[in-house]
């Protein structure tokens, strides 16, 4: 099943990705200065801020096994990462609980910062403002 999953992923990455102008572009971030989200715990029902980063790290831990190489997880923060600013943008869970994210994959993205380790942590920080963008 895993695997059926992966290759699914893996597909659905390299479509995206080729269809997409330049591939992975830089996000303009301003000042430099790395964004900080409010994310609400669906399990306690506390709202918190956190790096947008350290955010994605949880992310991609929680969507992809840890222990996948390296190079799968970058596609895997680029993707998580696009997906999170575009839905920031979209403020749906704004509405629904005046939040930037949540972390439930039902409203938002798989969330679980205690899978985050090395192999994450690198593939998260080469990608570092890294999106998709299309037609520009």
Not at 69 to 93: D, H
Not at 95 to 101: F, M
């Amino acid at each position: 099943m895993r695997k059926k999953i992966a290759a699914v992923m893996i597909v659905l990455t390299s479509i995206l990705v080729s269809s997409c102008a330049g591939g992975p572009q830089r996000s303009p971030q301003g000042n430099g200065t790395e964004p900080t989200i409010s994310l609400f715990d669906n399990k306690t029902g506390k709202k918190q801020n956190i790096k947008l980063e350290d955010y994605l790290a949880g992310v991609v831990a929680a969507e992809m096994e840890p222990g996948w190489p390296v190079n799968a997880l970058a596609a895997q923060a680029i993707i998580a990462r696009t997906f999170t600013m575009e839905n920031i943008k979209a403020g749906r869970i704004k509405k629904l609980h005046g939040t930037d994210a949540s972390t439930s994959v039902e409203e938002f993205q798989a969330y679980d910062p205690s899978r985050i380790n090395d192999n994450v942590r690198k593939a998260v920080k080469m990608t570092r403002g890294e999106v998709v963008l299309r037609k520009g």
